[in-house]
């Protein structure tokens, strides 16, 4: 199925809820379409183009004056197997979510800790999305979808991705070039789970054995204890990136905030909790008209109903510079800013 619109509201397919409209809208639900799309319709070339998922990670601060692709192919299917692993296809338009609790469900192990996240399972690489303790870029065997320059369907396999933190090949080199329309994820049939992420085994004992049900169940409880529901209060999950300082600059903070939080991150680098550092400029909670601070998680910047894309970028650049006065640190965001 195609759909082809043209000056369409983009309100219900970005988690923030801004309301910018996409020149042109395509949205397609077969791998081939992108290519009838193409091949056959005017020279697409001209315009600028933006290849949405769910909307989830993304901050429009002004209409899109160009061509929206939204791939929305469904399926989840177990393609090959043997004792110890399960390769499954999943296709880029299924809800991230959704797809992880088929897993759970069928005992395939390896993505419970990434439970909850919202988005789709298409932009997964993109931005390697990653949560307590565990990187989806380490379970992704494939990436599969349709080359823009070439006008040809890819394979690229996940080892030539270049998966960092928050980071992949998608983001870099072939930034806007290529549509996802499916990945295979390889997991795990006999299950070494990772609790040692904060207090997630805490929480995992609470509910009973240790197995990935529970495990599942206690990351939603963590995650809807802290992160606004997308749903009810828009929001696109952590607005910055955790930063990664020397050893040296952390020492010095350290000497005035014992307390502070961080992480080791080899080479004699540590990573700070952006959270933590917006949390001591005082931010957490704030509100200026309709855009704000969540209140239980400063990392997260919420649309109380109405803010523009403008005004939440605007305090989300205020933050960055108290936090910078403060402590000498220049966050990074972790949202595309369109
Ligand atoms: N903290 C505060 N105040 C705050 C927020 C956090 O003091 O307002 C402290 C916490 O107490 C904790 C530390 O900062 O000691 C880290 O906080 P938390 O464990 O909640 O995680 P985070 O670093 O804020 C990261 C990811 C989240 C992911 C969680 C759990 C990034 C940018 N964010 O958040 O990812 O869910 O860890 O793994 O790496 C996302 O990418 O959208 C996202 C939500």
């Known amino acids: 199925m195609i759909r082809f619109l043209e000056k369409y509201s983009l309100k219900s397919y970005n988690t923030f809820g801004i309301d ?14 992108p290519e009838f ?70 005992e395939f192990s390896g993505i419970e800790n990434l439970s909850l996240i919202p988005g789709k399972v298409g932009a997964a690489p993109i931005q390697n999305i990653g949560a307590y303790g565990c990187e989806v870029g380490n379970f992704i065997e494939t990436v599969k979808g349709y080359n823009l320059e070439n006008m040809k369907p890819f394979e690229m396999a996940g080892n030539e991705c270049n998966f960092s933190y928050r980071d992949s090949i998608f983001k870099n080199k072939l930034k806007g070039k290529v549509i996802v329309t499916s990945v295979v994820f390889r997991l795990e049939k006999f299950p070494e789970f990772d609790l040692s992420y904060g207090n997630l085994e805490e929480e995992v004992k609470k509910l009973g054995e240790i197995n990935i049900k529970n495990i599942r169940q206690a990351v939603i409880n963590i995650r809807s204890s802290k992160l606004p529901d997308v749903k009810e209060l828009g929001s696109a999950g952590s607005f910055f990136k955790n930063p990664v300082v020397g050893i040296s600059q952390t020492e010095k903070i350290k000497k005035l905030y014992p307390e502070i939080p961080y992480y080791p991150a080899g080479n004699d680098m540590v990573k700070l909790a952006a959270g933590w550092l917006i949390d001591q400029c005082g931010w957490k909670g704030y509100r200026e008209g309709d855009a704000g601070v969540h209140e239980k998680q400063a990392l997260v910047l919420v649309n109380f109903g109405n803010a523009t894309g403008k005004e939440i970028f605007d305090l989300s650049e205020k933050i960055r510079n108290s936090v910078f006065e403060k402590f000498g640190i220049g966050l990074e965001r972790e949202v595309n800013v369109i």
């Open 20 to 33: 910018v409209k996409a020149k042109y809208f395509f949205e397609f639900t077969d791998i081939a379409d």
């Open 37 to 106: 799309f193409f091949r056959s319709n005017k020279t697409w070339n001209d315009e600028k183009i933006l290849i949405l998922g769910g909307g989830s990670n993304i901050l429009f601060i002004s209409d899109f004056n160009g061509l929206v692709v939204y791939p929305n192919v469904p399926g989840i299917q177990v393609i090959q197997e043997n004792r110890q692993n399960v390769w499954i296809e999943a296709g880029a338009g299924e809800e991230w979510d959704e797809f992880v609790r088929y897993c759970v469900f069928s």
